[in-house]
């Protein structure tokens, strides 16, 4: 019997109700976050798309008002750490001048995620890379739309299953020429034409705070509804066709089976990010798919990026996608990101760990875990990915796989493996119990 995984935090379910006594605390890129290591701020960059001069003033600000860093987080955003206290005013101006700021009553609640391969790949499947400007655009002009929370989520899938289990609030599933949009912990969803899909989604996300009003609840997520208030996905099958969106009731596992319509989609991959390396794409076109060590980026490694093709796609997996070169192009420009310290190969032993801030950023933290798991990225390696942690909280904890824990203690760490008890391990012991670990045949049910 396989030893029980600790839980991320974020694992709560209906089965634990939870009771919000106060607003989310989320930061923005207007309301900064006091930490350890300076005021920090998250730049909402809905689907992580970015141009290059937008890029080149985020560098800008990292550098001048920052640590010289840049934090991608798992929802494709990006985070500003190391910020003095005084600073707001002047990153505030230089955000609306890159264009990241289009409406700061609402600049916390743009929280979207999208497929980061959409339209760039020879997958066939559809580009649903167009709809994230429509619902930023819907988002940020709907006054009640300020009302979400900040970490309420829109995910618009492809139909390549990505970012489907990255537990949206709200999420589109691109079918045939049309998209199924279904609200979290529903079994079934809304099928509608793919140019109504963006206002779709708005009107859902209006469809929960309706919810909300009438529960007298603080929810700041679909699945904290209390059970007698769920969402009803006839109800909002109705709402749509009053708002002149016609549809029809569908299952969220078959939207293709449902839409009976297109191309062969391939099958899910559960919520997994791109393969570093070239992605080629249709007629000579390639981009390419990085990840940043540990989530963080230098300035100059950010601006590398950004000087390529002019456009950067930011994943929730931490990563990087570049559109817009050829097959001529690509290789030399992935040899110049792996020359300056990025992950650009799939065997990269550094692409399966992860880490919280830690030390010195944390104060609740035992330990500087980054500098620990960069110092054992490359020396261990096996099939199980790990997370670092500097306390019980696991922050930034990787979802929906089998992974090895490390959580710092007073005395060193302690180590957990799906088959294996949690154990105690002294720092120098590190390497080889790691390295044990990592090795774990996970099971299939994990
Ligand atoms: S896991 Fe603990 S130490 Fe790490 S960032 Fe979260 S609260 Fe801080």
């Known amino acids: 019997m396989l030893a ?65 860093h840049l934090d991608l987080t798992s929802r494709g955003n990006a985070q500003l750490r190391g910020l003095g206290e005084s600073c707001g005013g002047e990153l505030a101006q230089l955000l609306d001048r890159a264009g990241l700021l289009p409406a700061p009553s609402h600049e916390r609640v743009r929280n979207v995620v999208a497929s980061p391969l959409s339209g760039l ?65 529903s079994p079934e969803g809304v099928l509608v034409a793919a140019g109504d899909a963006p206002r779709a989604a708005l009107l859902a996300a209006n469809h929960f705070l309706d919810a909300v009003a009438r529960a007298g609840s603080r929810a700041w997520r679909v699945t904290e509804l209390p059970p007698e208030h769920a969402l009803d996905v006839r109800v909002l099958g109705e709402r749509l066709a009053a708002a002149g969106i016609p549809g029809r009731v569908a299952g969220v596992s078959a939207p293709r089976a449902a839409a009976e319509a297109g191309p062969d989609i391939p099958a899910p991959r559960a919520g997994d990010g791109p393969e570093p390396g070239i992605v080629a794409g249709p007629g000579g076109a390639a981009a390419l798919s990085v990840l940043a060590p540990l989530g963080r980026l230098t300035a100059a490694q950010w601006r590398l990026l ?59 933290s035992r330990a500087d875990v980054r500098a620990d798991a960069r110092a054992l990225a490359s020396r261990t390696a096996g099939p199980l990915p790990v997370h670092w942690s500097g306390c019980e909280r696991r922050c930034g904890h990787p979802r929906g796989t089998a992974w090895v824990d490390l959580v710092a203690t007073p005395d060193g760490y302690e180590i957990s493996a799906p088959g294996r008890p949690a154990a105690p391990v002294a720092h120098a012991d590190l390497a080889e119990a790691l390295t044990a670990a990592r090795s774990t045949t996970p099971s299939p049910s994990l």
Request: glycine share 14%; net charge negative.
């Open 4 to 68: 029980a995984m600790p839980q991320p935090p974020s694992a709560a379910s209906r089965d634990e109700p939870v009771i919000r006594e106060r607003g989310d605390a989320c930061p923005g890129a207007l309301r900064l976050h006091a930490a350890d290591d300076g005021f920090l701020a998250r730049i909402r960059i809905p689907g992580g798309l970015l141009d290059g001069p937008a890029a080149l003033l985020l560098a800008d600000a990292a550098e001048r008002l920052g640590d010289g």
């Open 121 to 185: 790949d020879a997958s066939g499947l559809p580009d649903v890379s167009g709809w994230v400007p429509l619902l930023d655009r819907l988002l940020c002009a709907d006054p009640g739309a300020a009302r979400l929370s900040g970490r309420f989520l829109f995910a618009l899938d492809d139909g390549r299953g990505d970012v489907a289990p990255l537990a949206g609030d709200v999420t589109l599933t691109a079918c045939g020429d049309g998209a199924l949009v279904w609200t979290a912990g």
């Open 306 to 364: 950004a000087g390529l093709s002019g456009r950067m796609r930011l994943t929730p997996w931490r990563g990087v996608v570049v559109p817009g070169l050829t097959h001529r192009t690509a290789g030399p420009a992935l040899d110049a990101l792996a020359a300056a310290g990025l992950v650009t190969a799939p065997g990269d032993p550094r692409r399966s760990v992860t880490a919280c801030t830690g030390r010195p950023g944390c104060a609740k």
